[in-house]
């Protein structure tokens, strides 16, 4: 773009610049001017229009921590209408500006960059180098751009006024330093030699740098310089000097005074640029490690408005979208007397911009309000903050807005991570949950298809040759429909338990139960499936009462028995027996068939698992419906092979509260029987 008087924008191209190809980076240059939101606007505007990358870089240094107030705000506001604005922005702190602008074009591969034009005046911009000369001398093949403001004019109420007072303190302090200086020269005067009482003009000039900026330094060296040659060098009280060598002694207390200054000031700039990092880094190392540990939304949450309100002294709020509209979702309600409250809350999060307190964009409510955005600008909730004690000053100063911003990005981040997470296990439930019925379909289907094959082809036997069939044969074929029925009943009977038991719908009902009345009903129900099998019971004489579940504990007995009966040849024994430990009721039903794959102990208690597919018709419930109950009785069950064959299966029942005391009902029983006889 060729230079225009007309056009705030001055072009100046460095001797080996070319033109760019597509691909073009712009980099606009922020400092603490007033400007700064037009130098955005102008680069935004080109960036625009040929499609280029662009980025925001404020460079902080000590020569722009002594502008006002004000203009370090414009500097920050801009940088965060560039981001908004589609700008990748930097904030970093170094000594010189031109050499932080040249490290950064070329770690970023600018190709064009854009400063405001100074407004310095024309004497100090002749005994000085400009920063676009400094760029041009450290750049090769950059395009720099020079935008004017759009008003030169100088614009009343400035804030730099307000500024006087504490300026005024650290002359007035330089000036108290060498007069005290001073006197105490006089009182050792005839005592030390010359070259001592330097040494007290350069001691004041340290204390006076170490605490003040460089313009009272500067101040204090030249009055030091000044009132040593009056008071001390011949002749005196006169500024002549006569001698050569105090002549090269003022000189070098000048020259000594200046070095001390610019490095006092760098040190003092360094240590405040370094608290500042260290402050900023603790905060966010302490934001991740609160977030990291918690897993669920609301403990994220609560986790994040701990950390934000204890480093901001504020009460903070966070609010997510809900339905259509904004609900508070940790921290402090929003305030019910102020309708604009939740409005500008909604145009935050509509708008992807910082708003409130504090800030240009309506400024009115009492809280700041930020965007919580991911890495791709997504917007998933907005942060407001309301100071405790607004009248301490600025709500959010501006070095710590944009520590801020990173807070809420640590924030929003967090809160994507636990919906993918959410998201990650629904998914998961969602292919269990496919497996699982599928597994229940391959695994039942055999199950609930041969029982009902059969006790249709038996009932369509008699139905078809009833007049032909003889009372033996229909009674076979009845007998035949009612175990396969009582089989399918069982198959039913342990798809509703497993599930009832693993939704949490079933409740245990503990009472105390004799042990062998249970036993006794398992065995009853399958007598007709133990007709081939010895089952002996050997439990303690002593046994008192069990506080159980009596269904369930007699489902337990019910399946490993019938599991027993399916995996043992015909004719061998099942052994039911107990043992009284201090605390729990031991119980092992074991028996004489071929015993457990080995390494299998464990997995034939996971639901439709068979030991030996195929063998033995079953969907492989039974054991997980045991597991199920006996822990829900605050127990444990486990399968081992015994020394001598086949299996044993121990579990057992803890013993819960006291013994009821049950022999006076016993004799009441006794006596209302007598009574009837």
């Not at 009596?550 to 337990?556: G, N, T």
């Amino acid at each position: 773009m060729p230079p225009n008087h007309r056009d705030p924008v001055e072009g100046i191209t460095s001797p080996d610049s070319a033109s760019h190809p597509a691909g073009q980076r712009f980099l606009v240059c922020l400092g603490p001017d007033s400007n700064a939101l037009e130098l955005v606007q102008t680069a935004r505007r080109m960036a625009e229009g040929v499609k280029a990358e662009w980025y925001a870089l404020f460079v902080d240094s000590p020569s722009h921590t002594d502008g006002t107030r004000s203009d370090r705000e414009h500097a920050v506001h801009s940088l965060q209408a560039a981001e908004s604005w589609g700008a990748k922005t930097f904030k970093v702190s170094g000594l010189v500006v031109a050499a932080e602008i040249i490290n950064f074009a070329r770690q970023n591969g600018i190709t064009t960059i854009f400063l405001g034009r100074s407004k310095q005046k024309k004497w100090y911009s002749r005994l000085t180098t400009s920063l676009a000369t400094k760029l041009l001398r450290g750049l090769e093949g950059v395009d720099i751009y020079l935008v004017a403001p759009e008003s030169t004019a100088p614009q009343p109420g400035k804030r730099r006024t307000l500024q006087l007072p504490r300026r005024l303190k650290g002359y007035f302090l330089a000036v108290a330093g060498v007069i005290l200086c001073t006197v105490l020269a006089f009182g050792v005067f005839y005592y030390l030699p010359l070259s001592n009482l330097v040494m007290f003009y350069l001691l004041t000039m340290v204390i006076i740098a170490t605490v003040s900026e460089r313009g009272p330094t500067i101040l204090a060296s030249l009055l030091s310089i000044g009132l040593f040659a009056f008071f001390f060098v011949t002749r005196y009280f006169s500024f002549w000097v006569e001698n050569v060598e105090y002549t090269v002694t003022l000189v070098m207390m000048l020259v000594v005074a200046t070095l001390i200054s610019g490095l006092t000031a760098r040190a003092r700039y360094q240590a405040k640029v370094a608290r500042e990092q260290e402050w900023q880094t603790t905060a966010l190392y302490d934001m991740n490690q609160a977030l990291l540990g918690k897993s669920g939304l609301e403990e994220l949450l609560a986790a994040a408005v701990e950390q934000i309100s204890r480093l901001y002294d504020s009460r903070v709020s966070i609010l997510l979208p809900h339905m259509d509209d904004l609900e508070v979702r940790a921290g402090e309600p929003l305030p019910q007397d102020d309708v604009r409250e939740g409005m500008v809350a909604q145009w935050v999060f509509k708008n992807n911009c910082l708003a409130g307190a504090g800030t240009q964009t309506l400024p009115q409510v009492k809280g700041l309000y930020m965007p919580l955005k991911t890495a791709n600008r997504q917007v998933l909730g907005v942060l407001r903050l309301e100071r405790r004690s607004p009248s301490t000053g600025k709500y959010v100063e501006v070095e710590y807005l944009r520590l801020l911003e990173a807070l809420g990005h640590q924030i929003a981040l967090a809160l994507e991570r636990e919906s993918l997470s959410q998201q990650t296990r629904r998914a998961q439930l969602q292919v269990e949950a496919e497996r699982f019925r599928n597994t229940l379909l391959s695994s039942v289907s055999h199950d609930l298809r041969t029982p009902l094959t059969v006790i249709a082809g038996s009932a369509s036997s008699l139905l078809e040759a009833q007049e032909n069939l003889d009372d033996k044969i229909r009674l076979e074929l009845i007998q035949t429909i009612y175990e396969e029925a009582k089989r399918l009943d069982l198959v039913v009977q342990n798809l509703l338990e497993i599930s009832r038991l693993q939704s949490g719908e079933i409740r245990i009902n503990k009472e105390w139960h004799v042990l062998e009345e249970v036993i006794g009903c398992a065995l009853s129900q399958l007598e007709g499936q133990l007709k081939q099998h010895s089952v002996t019971i050997n439990l303690p004489q002593d046994l008192p009462l069990v506080q159980m579940d009596a269904l369930l504990i007699e489902r337990v007995f019910i399946n490993l028995l019938e599991n027993a009966s399916k995996y043992t040849p015909p004719g061998t024994k099942i052994e039911i027996s107990g043992a009284l430990e201090p605390e729990a009721l031991h119980l092992v039903v074991a028996d004489q068939g071929p015993g457990l794959p080995p390494g299998q102990e464990e997995r034939i208690f996971e639901k439709f698992y068979q030991a030996r597919p195929g063998a033995i018709r079953g969907a492989g419930l039974g054991l997980a419906i045991c597991r199920c109950i006996i822990e829900a009785h605050d127990g444990q069950i486990n399968a081992i092979n015994r020394p001598e064959g086949g299996a044993a299966f121990h579990f057992t029942l803890p013993f819960t509260g006291d013994q009821p005391d049950w022999q006076e009902p016993m004799l009441d029983l006794e006596q209302e029987t007598r009574n009837e006889a």
